[in-house]
Nanobody, 117 residues
Framework: QVRLVESGGGLVHPGGSLKLSCTAY????????MSWYRQAPGEERELVAE????????DSADQVKGRFTIFRDNAKNTVYLQMNSLKPEDTALYFC??????????WGQGTQVTVSS
């Protein structure tokens, strides 16, 4: 069954760190660009970071630059989001997405990140 499964979310204090993982099942991510999105209650889903299929190209939203890092391990069929210096405004449901030219786009179900003291 084709799916993306996120993990690693949780409750963390401001200034803390979390590492999110997104593992693909039923397909190989090596031909896909991978992205992390987030959606806070009452807000639209927004792009957090993305990485090219070979891992050489990355980009991230201005509000997370210097704090979040996206990277991938194609051998493990997994993409990661390392989040440091977390702020309360980072609280959201975090999703990963796989997008490939001429291929279906896949979304995961999300993992909750809550930053609170």
């Amino acid at each position: 069954q084709v799916r993306l499964v996120e993990s690693g979310g949780g409750l963390v204090h401001p200034g803390g760190s979390l590492k999110l993982s997104c593992t693909a099942y039923g397909f190989t991510i090596s031909r896909y660009s991978m992205s992390w999105y987030r959606q806070a209650p009452g807000e639209e889903r927004e792009l957090v970071a993305e990485i090219g299929s070979a891992g050489g190209t990355t980009d991230s939203a201005d509000q997370v630059k210097g704090r979040f890092t996206i990277f991938r391990d194609n051998a493990k069929n997994t993409v990661y989001l390392q989040m440091n210096s977390l702020k309360p405004e980072d609280t959201a449901l975090y999703f990963c997405k796989a997008r490939g030219a001429g291929r279906p786009t896949y979304w995961g179900q999300g993992t909750q990140v809550t930053v609170s003291s």
